[in-house]
C-alpha cells in the first residue's frame, strides 16, 4: 500500500467501495486522513466496515466540513448525468479527484525521484502496460505495475526513490487526475469508445490527452487524426514528444514498424526484430512495442535491455491469447477486445476464422470490421447485441445465435473440426463490453477458458497455426 499523507488531519468524502475505492479509502486512513466513505451497494459498504473505514450515508454529511471527494472511476463525473455525490461536492464548493490523483500527489510531495510512466489510450494499453513493467523487471529494475490494469494503484508497493511505477490510466481516471505529471505520459490511439460517459469525442480526446500533456516526456501514436493533433499542439508548446506508429510511412521520427521490425524512423534502423516473436505479431503489436520502446528509452534504459526484455514477453491473458488446442483447431482469447477497433487485431492476424462475438454493443457496432468478414468462416452470436450484429452479418457469412457463451464455444468447436483447411480459429473477440452476462472482460475470458477445457481432446497451444 501506498499510505497518502496528503490529505493528514484533513476530512476527505469518498464514494465507490470497489478494487480501486476501497483501496484509496485504506491508503488516506493509514496516511491519516479523517474519511467518510459510501456506496450503493450493501456488499460494499459492509467490507469497508469490516476494514475499519467509516461508512456514512454521504446524502446526510455536512458537504461543507469536507476538503475533497474521492471518486472510484466507474463512478459518473459528467455524462450521461453527474453522479448526487458530484453534484453535493459541487454545490459546497468540494474539488472532486481520484485514485491516480491521490498518487500522483503524493509522490509529488514525498517521493518525486519515483518514476512513473503512464499509460493510455483506447486500445493497446493493457499490453503496452504489461511490455513496460516486464521490460524494466527483466533489467534488474524494481517495478510495480498496476491502476486500470491489476493492483489498485494506491495498493502498490510504497514509494522509493529507486522504484519505477508502471500505470495504466482509463479515461476516467484521468478525468480525475488535474494535476497528473508522469516521467513519460504514453497515448497509443484515439477511436470512439466510453463516449456515454465524456458526451463526445473531441471531449473524450481532450481528457486523454491531459495524461501526456502532464508529462516530461511524451509518447504518442501517430496513426489517428485526434492523437497526430494532439502532438502538433504539445510540440508547438515547446514539449518533448517522441511518435510511435504502426506504420513507418506514417512517420519521418520517431519509431515505427516496418512490417518485421521496429525502427527509427529517421535512418530505419532496426531497434529489435518482431520477426520470430511468438506474441507481439501484428502491426498493432508493431505500435505497442515502439511505445514501450520510447517510455524505457526515455528512463533510462539501453537498447539492450529493452531487447532481452522483449524477447522474453508472454503476453498478456484476454489479449489475443492462444489457450488450447484441439487437433488442428486453434482456440484464442481476446475477451479483452470491448469495441470492434479492438477486435480488429484478432481478425487481421488470422484466416480462418470461428468468431465468437457479441455482449453490450458499444456505439458502431461491428460495422468497421466488414473488411474481415471474408475471412469468418461462421459467427456465433451472443449477448444483447446478437441480433444487432447478426443483421451487420446478414450475407456475409454464416450466422448462429448461439445466445450464451457456453453454447458458442460448443457449436464453433464442433464446425471447426470439420473444416478442411489447414489452421481453423475458434477466436472469442467480442466487439462489446461484457457487462449484459459477465461482471469483466475476464469473468468471461476466464468463462471462455473453462468453456474450452471442458471439451473432451484438447491440449496445450503451440505456435503452429498462429497467423501471420
Known amino acids: 500500500m501506498i499510505p497518502v499523507s496528503v490529505f493528514s488531519g484533513k476530512k476527505v468524502a469518498l464514494f465507490g467501495l470497489g478494487g480501486s475505492g476501497l483501496a484509496s479509502a485504506k491508503a488516506l486512513v493509514t496516511g491519516g486522513a479523517d474519511v467518510v466513505a459510501y456506496d450503493d451497494r450493501a456488499e460494499s459498504r459492509a467490507a469497508a466496515a469490516e476494514a475499519g473505514i467509516a461508512v456514512v450515508d454521504l446524502r446526510e454529511a455536512d458537504w461543507g466540513s469536507f476538503d475533497a471527494l474521492v471518486l472510484a472511476p466507474g ?43 503512464a499509460i493510455t489510450g483506447t486500445n493497446g494499453k493493457s499490453t503496452t502496460t504489461a511490455l513496460i513493467g516486464h521490460i524494466l ?83 504518442i501514436g501517430a496513426d489517428d487524426d485526434f492523437c497526430r493533433a494532439i502532438a502538433r499542439r504539445l510540440r508547438d508548446e515547446g514539449h518533448a514528444v517522441v511518435p510511435v506508429s504502426a506504420d513507418i510511412t506514417h512517420v519521418e521520427a520517431g519509431l515505427a514498424f516496418d512490417g518485421r521490425a521496429i525502427v527509427a524512423a529517421e535512418d530505419g534502423r532496426v531497434v529489435v526484430d518482431l520477426s520470430g516473436h511468438t506474441v507481439l505479431r501484428g502491426a498493432h503489436n508493431g505500435q505497442n512495442v515502439a511505445a514501450a520502446i520510447a517510455a524505457c528509452r526515455a528512463v533510462g534504459l539501453s537498447d539492450a535491455e529493452i531487447r532481452a526484455g522483449i524477447a522474453t514477453f508472454k503476453g498478456l491473458a484476454h489479449r489475443m ?69 447478426a443483421e451487420t452479418l446478414a450475407g456475409r457469412t454464416e450466422i448462429v445465435l448461439s445466445g450464451t457463451l457456453e453454447q458458442a464455444v460448443r457449436d464453433a468447436a464442433g464446425d471447426a473440426a470439420a473444416d478442411d483447411r489447414e489452421a481453423p480459429v475458434v ?39 498462429r497467423g501471420k
Open 75 to 117: 463512478v459518473p463525473l459528467t455524462h450521461p448525468k453527474p453522479h448526487w455525490t458530484v453534484e453535493l461536492a459541487r454545490a459546497a464548493g468540494v474539488e472532486i479527484i481520484g485514485d491516480v490523483e491521490l498518487f500522483a500527489r503524493e509522490r509529488r510531495a514525498t517521493c518525486p525521484e519515483a518514476r512513473l510512466i
Open 137 to 219: 523487471k527483466e533489467a534488474g529494475r524494481d517495478a510495480e505495475v498496476g491502476g486500470n490494469i491489476g493492483r489498485a494503484v494506491l495498493d502498490l508497493a510504497p514509494l522509493s526513490p529507486e522504484r519505477f511505477y508502471v500505470v495504466e490510466c482509463s479515461s476516467y481516471q484521468i478525468d480525475l487526475s488535474p494535476t497528473l505529471d508522469a516521467d513519460v505520459g504514453l497515448l497509443l490511439n484515439l477511436t470512439p469508445d466510453h463516449l456515454d460517459r465524456h458526451g463526445d469525442m473531441n471531449r473524450y480526446a481532450a481528457i486523454k490527452a491531459r495524461l501526456v500533456a502532464g508529462a516530461k516526456t511524451a509518447v
Open 321 to 389: 491469447q492462444p489457450i488450447a488446442r484441439r487437433g488442428k483447431v486453434l482456440f484464442v482469447n481476446d475477451s479483452k477486445a470491448t469495441n470492434a477497433e479492438a477486435a480488429a487485431p484478432a481478425l487481421k492476424t488470422f484466416d480462418t476464422i470461428y468468431w465468437i462475438a457479441g455482449g453490450r454493443a458499444k456505439q458502431g457496432g461491428i460495422a468497421a470490421l466488414e473488411m474481415f468478414f471474408p475471412k469468418i468462416a461462421r459467427s456465433y452470436l451472443i449477448g444483447e447485441a446478437a441480433e444487432a450484429f
Open 427 to 465: 477466436l472469442l473477440s467480442p466487439a462489446c463490453a461484457s457487462f449484459d452476462q459477465f461482471g469483466s472482460f475476464e469473468k468471461r475470458g476466464d468463462a471462455f477458458v473453462s468453456a474450452v477445457m471442458a471439451l473432451d481432446g484438447v491440449s496445450p497451444p503451440d505456435d503452429s497455426g
